[in-house]
T-cell receptor, first 114, second 111 residues
Framework: ETGVTQSPTHLIKTRGQQVTLRCSSQ?????VSWYQQALGQGPQFIFQ???????GRGNFPPRFSGLQFPNYSSELNVNALELDDSALYLC?????????????FGPGTRLTVL | GDSVTQMEGPVTLSEEAFLTINCTYT??????LFWYVQYPGEGLQLLLK?????DKGSNKGFEATYRKETTSFHLEKGSVQVSDSAVYFC??????????FGKGTKLTVNP
Protein backbone atom coordinates (compact mmCIF):
# COMPACT_ATOMS: atom_id res chain seq x y z
CA GLU A 1 0.00 0.00 0.00
CA THR A 2 1.52 3.30 -1.12
CA GLY A 3 1.39 6.15 1.37
CA VAL A 4 0.76 9.82 0.71
CA THR A 5 3.34 11.33 -1.60
CA GLN A 6 4.02 14.97 -2.38
CA SER A 7 6.02 16.76 -5.02
CA PRO A 8 8.28 18.55 -5.27
CA THR A 9 10.22 18.11 -2.04
CA HIS A 10 11.65 21.59 -2.09
CA LEU A 11 10.85 24.69 -4.13
CA ILE A 12 12.26 28.20 -4.32
CA LYS A 13 10.20 31.02 -5.83
CA THR A 14 10.27 34.79 -5.84
CA ARG A 15 7.58 37.19 -4.72
CA GLY A 16 4.71 37.56 -7.14
CA GLN A 17 5.24 34.19 -8.80
CA GLN A 18 2.76 31.34 -8.83
CA VAL A 19 3.34 27.80 -7.55
CA THR A 20 1.62 24.42 -7.85
CA LEU A 21 2.15 21.68 -5.30
CA ARG A 22 1.00 18.12 -5.84
CA CYS A 23 -0.25 15.35 -3.62
CA SER A 24 -1.11 11.72 -4.30
CA SER A 25 -3.47 10.30 -1.73
CA GLN A 26 -3.17 6.92 -0.12
CA UNK A 27 -4.89 4.10 -1.97
CA UNK A 28 -8.61 3.96 -1.16
CA UNK A 29 -8.74 7.49 0.28
CA UNK A 30 -11.09 10.04 -1.28
CA UNK A 31 -10.48 13.03 0.98
CA VAL A 32 -7.43 15.30 0.83
CA SER A 33 -6.62 18.11 3.26
CA TRP A 34 -3.89 20.72 2.88
CA TYR A 35 -2.05 22.41 5.73
CA GLN A 36 0.54 25.17 5.96
CA GLN A 37 3.22 24.76 8.62
CA ALA A 38 5.32 27.86 9.20
CA LEU A 39 8.68 27.41 10.88
CA GLY A 40 8.24 26.66 14.57
CA GLN A 41 4.44 26.56 14.32
CA GLY A 42 1.77 23.92 14.15
CA PRO A 43 0.05 23.13 10.86
CA GLN A 44 -2.77 25.47 9.82
CA PHE A 45 -5.71 24.10 7.85
CA ILE A 46 -5.96 25.54 4.33
CA PHE A 47 -8.80 23.52 2.79
CA GLN A 48 -10.13 20.04 2.23
CA UNK A 49 -11.38 18.25 -0.87
CA UNK A 50 -13.84 15.38 -0.84
CA UNK A 51 -14.67 13.61 -4.08
CA UNK A 52 -13.43 16.55 -6.17
CA UNK A 53 -15.40 19.23 -4.28
CA UNK A 54 -14.05 21.71 -1.73
CA UNK A 55 -15.32 20.65 1.67
CA GLY A 56 -14.23 23.34 4.08
CA ARG A 57 -11.68 26.13 4.07
CA GLY A 58 -9.50 27.79 6.68
CA ASN A 59 -8.53 31.45 6.98
CA PHE A 60 -6.52 31.71 3.80
CA PRO A 61 -7.04 34.26 1.01
CA PRO A 62 -8.50 33.30 -2.39
CA ARG A 63 -5.03 33.24 -3.98
CA PHE A 64 -4.75 29.83 -2.30
CA SER A 65 -6.77 27.47 -4.47
CA GLY A 66 -6.95 23.78 -5.07
CA LEU A 67 -8.16 20.93 -7.19
CA GLN A 68 -8.90 17.30 -6.69
CA PHE A 69 -8.83 14.90 -9.61
CA PRO A 70 -10.95 11.79 -10.32
CA ASN A 71 -8.13 9.60 -8.97
CA TYR A 72 -8.32 11.72 -5.75
CA SER A 73 -4.87 13.23 -6.17
CA SER A 74 -4.81 16.94 -5.49
CA GLU A 75 -3.06 20.20 -6.29
CA LEU A 76 -2.54 23.31 -4.21
CA ASN A 77 -2.02 26.49 -6.19
CA VAL A 78 -0.78 29.73 -4.71
CA ASN A 79 -0.81 32.91 -6.79
CA ALA A 80 1.03 36.18 -6.19
CA LEU A 81 3.44 34.62 -3.72
CA GLU A 82 4.38 36.61 -0.64
CA LEU A 83 7.38 36.19 1.66
CA ASP A 84 5.08 34.91 4.42
CA ASP A 85 4.03 32.02 2.20
CA SER A 86 7.40 30.41 2.95
CA ALA A 87 6.47 27.25 4.86
CA LEU A 88 6.16 23.48 4.80
CA TYR A 89 2.98 22.49 2.97
CA LEU A 90 1.50 19.24 4.15
CA CYS A 91 -1.06 17.11 2.42
CA UNK A 92 -3.10 14.52 4.29
CA UNK A 93 -5.50 11.93 2.94
CA UNK A 94 -8.31 10.10 4.66
CA UNK A 95 -11.44 8.18 3.85
CA UNK A 96 -13.62 6.77 2.68
CA UNK A 97 -16.58 8.92 3.60
CA UNK A 98 -17.04 12.33 5.16
CA UNK A 99 -16.96 11.16 8.75
CA UNK A 100 -13.61 11.72 10.38
CA UNK A 101 -11.04 9.05 9.71
CA UNK A 102 -7.37 9.15 10.59
CA UNK A 103 -5.53 11.57 8.34
CA UNK A 104 -2.32 10.19 6.84
CA PHE A 105 0.23 12.89 6.16
CA GLY A 106 2.76 13.15 3.38
CA PRO A 107 6.33 14.35 3.97
CA GLY A 108 5.51 17.85 2.80
CA THR A 109 6.83 20.36 0.28
CA ARG A 110 9.19 23.02 1.62
CA LEU A 111 8.44 26.30 -0.18
CA THR A 112 10.83 29.22 0.11
CA VAL A 113 9.76 32.61 -1.25
CA LEU A 114 12.56 35.11 -1.83
CA GLY B 1 -12.93 29.59 17.72
CA ASP B 2 -11.32 26.30 18.62
CA SER B 3 -7.73 26.45 19.85
CA VAL B 4 -5.01 24.29 21.38
CA THR B 5 -2.30 25.42 23.76
CA GLN B 6 0.65 23.20 24.51
CA MET B 7 3.71 23.73 26.64
CA GLU B 8 6.56 25.64 25.12
CA GLY B 9 9.65 23.70 24.27
CA PRO B 10 12.21 22.62 23.75
CA VAL B 11 12.23 19.81 26.29
CA THR B 12 15.49 17.99 26.91
CA LEU B 13 15.54 14.75 28.92
CA SER B 14 17.91 11.93 29.64
CA GLU B 15 17.07 8.45 28.48
CA GLU B 16 14.61 6.62 30.78
CA ALA B 17 13.30 9.90 32.26
CA PHE B 18 9.58 10.57 32.69
CA LEU B 19 7.94 12.76 30.09
CA THR B 20 4.94 15.07 30.40
CA ILE B 21 3.89 17.50 27.68
CA ASN B 22 0.92 19.62 28.71
CA CYS B 23 -1.94 20.36 26.35
CA THR B 24 -5.13 22.30 27.00
CA TYR B 25 -7.86 23.16 24.55
CA THR B 26 -10.77 25.48 23.94
CA UNK B 27 -13.66 24.20 21.88
CA UNK B 28 -17.41 24.23 21.69
CA UNK B 29 -19.09 20.89 22.04
CA UNK B 30 -17.18 17.68 22.46
CA UNK B 31 -14.07 17.55 20.27
CA UNK B 32 -11.90 14.56 19.56
CA LEU B 33 -8.30 14.97 20.73
CA PHE B 34 -5.06 13.78 19.19
CA TRP B 35 -1.32 13.70 19.60
CA TYR B 36 0.77 13.70 16.44
CA VAL B 37 4.53 13.21 16.19
CA GLN B 38 6.85 14.64 13.54
CA TYR B 39 10.29 13.11 13.14
CA PRO B 40 12.98 15.17 11.39
CA GLY B 41 12.33 15.47 7.68
CA GLU B 42 9.05 13.57 7.83
CA GLY B 43 5.35 14.30 7.83
CA LEU B 44 3.04 13.96 10.82
CA GLN B 45 2.14 10.57 12.27
CA LEU B 46 -0.82 9.97 14.53
CA LEU B 47 0.51 8.85 17.91
CA LEU B 48 -2.75 8.42 19.82
CA LYS B 49 -6.29 9.73 20.07
CA UNK B 50 -9.30 9.97 22.36
CA UNK B 51 -12.81 10.71 21.19
CA UNK B 52 -14.75 11.29 24.42
CA UNK B 53 -14.29 12.40 28.00
CA UNK B 54 -12.26 10.06 30.24
CA ASP B 55 -10.99 8.07 27.26
CA LYS B 56 -7.31 7.17 27.45
CA GLY B 57 -5.33 6.96 24.23
CA SER B 58 -2.13 4.94 24.26
CA ASN B 59 0.54 3.84 21.82
CA LYS B 60 4.25 2.95 21.98
CA GLY B 61 4.32 3.59 25.74
CA PHE B 62 2.76 7.05 25.40
CA GLU B 63 -0.56 7.83 27.09
CA ALA B 64 -2.97 10.74 27.29
CA THR B 65 -6.34 11.01 29.02
CA TYR B 66 -9.18 13.23 27.80
CA ARG B 67 -10.07 15.41 30.80
CA LYS B 68 -13.16 17.45 30.07
CA GLU B 69 -13.28 19.10 33.49
CA THR B 70 -9.83 20.60 32.98
CA THR B 71 -10.03 20.72 29.15
CA SER B 72 -6.69 18.93 29.00
CA PHE B 73 -5.01 16.07 27.14
CA HIS B 74 -1.52 15.83 28.57
CA LEU B 75 0.94 13.43 26.95
CA GLU B 76 2.98 11.15 29.23
CA LYS B 77 5.58 8.44 28.90
CA GLY B 78 7.20 6.65 31.79
CA SER B 79 10.62 6.05 30.24
CA VAL B 80 11.71 7.93 27.13
CA GLN B 81 14.21 6.65 24.60
CA VAL B 82 16.58 8.46 22.26
CA SER B 83 14.33 7.37 19.38
CA ASP B 84 11.46 9.43 20.90
CA SER B 85 13.26 12.65 19.94
CA ALA B 86 10.82 14.50 17.70
CA VAL B 87 8.28 17.33 17.68
CA TYR B 88 4.95 16.51 19.30
CA PHE B 89 1.70 18.24 18.35
CA CYS B 90 -1.55 18.24 20.25
CA UNK B 91 -4.62 18.67 18.05
CA UNK B 92 -8.39 18.68 18.21
CA UNK B 93 -11.19 17.98 15.80
CA UNK B 94 -14.33 19.94 16.57
CA UNK B 95 -17.56 20.65 14.80
CA UNK B 96 -15.81 22.24 11.84
CA UNK B 97 -14.30 18.88 10.83
CA UNK B 98 -10.85 20.39 10.50
CA UNK B 99 -7.85 19.57 12.66
CA UNK B 100 -6.65 22.44 14.88
CA PHE B 101 -3.05 22.03 16.05
CA GLY B 102 -0.97 23.44 18.86
CA LYS B 103 2.41 25.00 18.09
CA GLY B 104 4.34 21.83 18.85
CA THR B 105 6.86 20.82 21.50
CA LYS B 106 10.32 19.69 20.49
CA LEU B 107 11.64 16.81 22.58
CA THR B 108 15.30 15.83 22.65
CA VAL B 109 16.32 12.71 24.54
CA ASN B 110 20.01 12.31 25.32
CA PRO B 111 21.66 8.92 25.91
Amino acid sequence: ETGVTQSPTHLIKTRGQQVTLRCSSQSGHNTVSWYQQALGQGPQFIFQYYREEENGRGNFPPRFSGLQFPNYSSELNVNALELDDSALYLCASSGPGLAYNEQFFGPGTRLTVL
Amino acid sequence: GDSVTQMEGPVTLSEEAFLTINCTYTATGYPSLFWYVQYPGEGLQLLLKATKADDKGSNKGFEATYRKETTSFHLEKGSVQVSDSAVYFCALLGGSEKLVFGKGTKLTVNP
